[in-house]
């Protein structure tokens, strides 16, 4: 199983931007895809952003075109920078992996929170 540390999150104001980490406990390049999800209070935890192992990435409705996922295979990391934040954004954020017929591989690590004021 693999270990997945979330950290970069932070309060900023609508409008704003901010950039996650996703760091992983060992190779990532091979994983069939790796994803971003939030998960606000009271709400379910949803998928925002993919990537696969070919590059090919994928968005949410919500935050296509402001969010962009990215992974660096030689650090064994994933991104998401996020821009023109919006307060609906706020929300705990997580990463994970799936192989290829879309089981979560990786434990829930302890997120990192995104808090966006108006």
């Known amino acids: 199983q693999v270990q997945l540390v979330e950290s970069g999150g932070g309060l900023v104001q609508a409008g704003g931007s901010l950039r996650l980490s996703c760091s992983a406990s060992?190779?990532?390049?091979?994983?069939?895809?790796l994803d971003w999800y939030r998960q606000a209070p009271g709400k379910q935890r949803e998928i925002v952003a993919t990537?696969?192992?070919?590059?090919?990435?994928g968005y949410a409705d919500s935050v296509k075109g402001r969010f962009t996922i990215s992974r660096d295979n030689a650090k064994n990391t994933v991104y998401l920078q996020m821009n023109s934040l919006k307060p609906e954004d706020t929300a705990v954020y997580y990463c994970?992996?799936?192989?290829?017929?879309?089981?979560?591989?990786?434990?829930w690590g302890q997120g990192t929170q995104v808090t966006v004021s108006s």
């Open positions: 994970n992996a799936r192989n290829g017929v879309g089981l979560v591989l990786g434990s």
């Open positions: 060992r190779t990532i390049f091979n994983f069939n895809s």
């Open positions: 990537i696969t192992s070919a590059g090919t990435t």
